[in-house]
């Protein structure tokens, strides 16, 4: 008796699949071909979950997993070994045979494609009328769908329900619209068919873990995909089919809306309102599941010639034996065999039938780039057209295959390794924007299936390895570009809370968090948001606000109550707190009484600031009094008198002053008043007056900071009080003069160097002419010729021969027992 062959049929979410897995592994052996790549991997998986890795065989045009003795062969349609022979034997999704592009192999399967025991056809009704005249022997079996579809009215993109895909029909619209949901509630994830298997998983995963609430997608969604969606939204009605742009059957759109619901879970379908209002005989159709079946199907000889190319091209034209079938006209693998054949050099090598079997097999390299010409359009054709133009291959396609085939016709009959390495090593790249990264992958794909036809290369293995990991390394960085473009995970969670549920934290490091997801920091009491937050989080924006203005109070007791080690001054006059700058210094009344300007913050108000500013103000006086502790006591002690109106000065100009400027103080100072200023610090040098405890790294410091914020200027560049520094136009004379230094030439130099400077180059002088010696370089940290150029700017001039002699007698009043100042 001839083994039964049963055509399983019905809508999507039918359970069609279940079940010939099912009977598939009730015999014991079997296969199955899936129009997917992906879904062979998936059913792949799962009976190997059932019989162990080692009974099961997973063959695809791009991936061979196949034990020694498999009793399991899960396929691709197109990569079914048809020669081996099983008890069982499935196809999966046999209305595809109605497919212009791939519809003659399903056709072919339809026809010839048998188990010894078992076979199944599965599909949808469409197909049902072919089957009854094609394979007249076989038994039907309908099966319900397990949940309703139903309608519902169109809805803004902005008001979609959670849980919903949204079909467009060009990759261009597909970004728009992904583009707009990640603005509007978080991102989407994006699926279309030129995307890996392994990127279009990890795209999928995303959404099933609930990363993002929406999916954007083409038609493959269409097929293999079961999610968990609850509505389908359609936003165009119109695709392009490789020929030209038709309207969508209903089967097709069936076939899509039927993504909703899954198992015994209703599921919804309807237009957004850019479309409108589907066509209610539409809605009908597809919520009935009432089609009109089809007509005809692609069909392609499969008893071929290979006695010479035009023989072989010959036997692919040859007529269907039935009305129902079209010819197939326009395949990828017809067209690379018809363009090769014109070419001298390639029917030079293809004279017997092994090198024309081997054309053919060449040919029918997929071009997973999908370069082509320019496709003629036509207008929207009401069923297969019969004739339709054929679209040009591109030429880098061809001239790829031209290369394979002459390699393989070539004395080692293998494709040279350094050549194969050179094409992979040239795609084996990251970089680049998501189209890029997607024609690198299509190209990859191509070079994975030469690397699975083992009589090709040297070390098959090697190269399906190698090829695979570039594919796998280029897929999770275009995953990893699809959801940078596409999805703002803040966004996409906090659009799941009504304002006032969300739940904010802020960590001891001042981190906020919102619902666990970081939106800024706090720094001092300003909120700083995340650079990486986008236009779409508004609303962890404001809940962030929300919470930092419920606890700032407690904030604000905290920073009052801290130790004075918890505030620091910068060179900017920043006073921070805890490492955050929570106010600065202006200008006061005079250089030791700055204002303290707390910053503005939109989470408190005038009170809390006026709290803070207080306890700043504290801890400023006594960090003033303590790193300028030689000052407060000189003001403090201050004797009567003269030297009073001396130490004064000394005040007014934060601890060091020019002699000239307090002469007239200088020529009546007593024997008295000199001691009592020698007992407060105050050394009287040559050429200014000054408190040496007061030139030490941290006083030089803050008496830059005090100067520039009294006069709104750049504080001199003096963080570690070195003897000199190269003189800055931008600093003027005085700030350097604040902070215990004097302009001279090309350098500012700190007053007791100065001192000391002048001190030896007299002694150096009384000998007559001389030049920098190594002590007054030393002295100032300087180049002889900048020491050249203090001394010239402080009385002495240079000789022709650059050696220096003074120019003004030795004053009076200078030092008479030190020659070196006291803090040098």
């Not at 196809?91 to 045979?97: G, K, M, R, S, T």
């Not at 280029?474 to 699809?482: A, F, G, K, N, P």
């Not at 931008?730 to 302009?743: F, H, I, K, L, N």
Request: aromatic share 6%.
């Amino acid at each position: 008796m001839r083994a039964p062959v049963v055509a399983l049929l019905g809508p999507t979410n039918t359970g069609k699949t279940y079940v010939a897995m099912e009977r598939m592994l009730a015999h014991a052996t079997g296969m199955i071909g899936f129009p997917l790549r992906l879904l062979a991997r998936e059913n792949y998986d799962r009976v190997v979950r059932a019989r162990g890795a080692a009974s099961v065989a997973l063959v695809t045009g791009e991936e061979r997993i196949v034990p020694p003795s498999p009793s399991y062969y899960v396929c691709t349609v197109e990569a079914m070994p048809l020669e081996r022979r099983v008890d069982f034997m499935a196809v999966d999704e046999v209305q595809l045979a109605a497919d212009r592009e791939r519809g003659h192999v399903f056709t072919d399967r339809i026809l010839h494609a048998r188990g010894l025991q078992e076979t199944m056809l599965l599909g949808a009704e469409t197909i049902r009328p072919l089957l009854r005249a094609l394979v007249p022997h076989a038994g039907f079996i309908t099966r319900p769908r397990l949940s309703t579809l139903s309608c519902s009215p169109p809805v803004k993109l902005a008001r979609l329900p959670r849980r919903t895909a949204v079909v467009a029909f060009s990759v261009a619209d597909l970004y728009a619209l992904a583009e707009r949901l990640r603005r509007e509630s978080g991102g989407a994830a994006v699926v279309f068919g030129g995307l890996s298997p392994r990127t279009r998983n990890a795209q999928v995963g995303l959404y099933q873990a609930g990363e993002v609430d929406f999916l954007v997608a083409t038609d493959a969604i269409g097929m293999g995909l079961n999610l968990d969606i609850q509505h389908v939204a359609f936003t165009a009605l119109v695709k392009f089919d490789g020929v030209g742009p038709r309207a969508l059957r209903p089967a097709e759109v069936a076939q899509i809306a039927g993504r909703a619901g899954r198992h015994v879970r209703d599921g919804t379908f309807g237009a957004t309102t850019d479309l409108g209002a589907l066509d209610p005989a539409l809605v009908e159709a597809v919520q009935n599941h009432r089609f009109e079946p089809l007509a005809s199907i692609y069909w392609r000889n499969a008893e071929l010639s290979f006695a010479s190319p035009a023989a072989l091209i010959g036997s692919l034209e040859r007529r269907p034996p039935s009305r129902q079938l079209v010819r197939m006209r326009h395949a990828d693998d017809h067209r690379a065999l018809e363009s090769l054949s014109r070419d001298p050099g390639v029917l030079e090598l293809a004279r017997d039938p092994e090198s024309v079997r081997l054309l053919w097999e060449v040919c029918r390299i997929p071009d997973f780039r999908n370069l082509q010409g320019t496709l003629v359009r036509l207008p929207a054709p009401a069923g297969i057209e019969r004739g339709a133009a054929q679209p040009a291959l591109a030429d880098a396609y061809t001239r790829l295959l031209r290369q394979v085939y002459r390699h393989l016709m070539g004395p080692g009959r293998r494709l040279p390794e350094d050549w194969v390495a050179a094409q992979v090593s040239a795609l084996d790249r990251v970089e680049g924007d998501i189209d890029a990264l997607l024609a690198r992958i299509a190209a990859i794909r191509t070079w994975t299936y030469v690397s699975h036809r083992p009589a090709w290369l040297h070390d098959a293995a090697h190269w399906q390895e190698r090829t695979r990991a570039v594919e796998d390394r280029l897929s999770d960085t275009l995953h990893e570009r699809l959801t940078e473009q596409f999805v703002d995970r803040r966004a996409a969670v906090l659009s799941r809370y009504e304002p006032g549920a969300l739940l904010a934290t802020v960590g001891d490091d001042g981190e906020v968090l919102v619902q666990g997801l970081r939106a800024g920091r706090l720094e001092g009491f300003r909120f700083v948001p995340d650079a990486g937050l986008r236009d779409g989080s508004r609303g962890l924006l404001a809940a962030a606000n929300r919470a930092l203005r419920a606890g700032i109070g407690d904030r604000v007791r905290r920073l009052t109550e801290d130790d004075d080690a918890a505030f620091a001054l910068d060179r900017a006059g920043g006073v921070s707190w805890r490492d955050a700058v929570v106010a600065r210094l202006a200008a006061g009344e005079d250089l030791l009484s700055p204002r303290l300007d707390v910053l503005a913050s939109e989470l408190m108000g005038p009170p809390l600031r006026e709290r803070i500013r207080r306890r700043l103000a504290a801890w400023l006086e006594g960090h003033l009094r303590r790193v300028l502790a030689a000052l407060y006591a000189a003001r403090d002690g201050a004797p009567g008198g003269t030297a009073r109106g001396l130490v004064f000065a000394l005040t007014e100009s934060l601890g060091s002053v020019a002699r000239s400027a307090v002469a007239s103080q200088l020529a009546v100072l007593g024997p008295g008043d000199r001691q009592s200023l020698q007992r407060l610090g105050v050394v009287v040098g040559g050429r200014s007056v000054y408190l040496p405890a007061l030139l030490g790294r941290d006083a030089v410091r803050l008496r830059g900071v005090l100067w520039a914020a009294r006069h709104a200027a750049p504080a001199a560049p003096l963080s570690d009080a070195p003897p000199s520094v190269p003189a800055d136009a931008a600093v003027p004379a005085r700030g350097y003069e604040a902070c215990g230094y004097r302009v001279a030439g090309p350098r500012a130099v700190r007053v007791d160097r100065l001192e000391w400077l002048a001190a030896v180059a007299r002694r150096l002088a009384r000998a007559g002419p001389f030049a920098p010696s190594a002590e007054t370089c030393s002295i100032l940290g300087a180049s002889a010729g900048e020491v050249a150029g203090v001394l010239q700017a402080t009385g002495y001039a240079a000789g022709p021969d650059g050696r220096l002699t003074r120019r003004e007698p030795a004053r009076r009043d200078g030092p008479t027992k030190r020659t070196r100042p006291r803090s040098a």
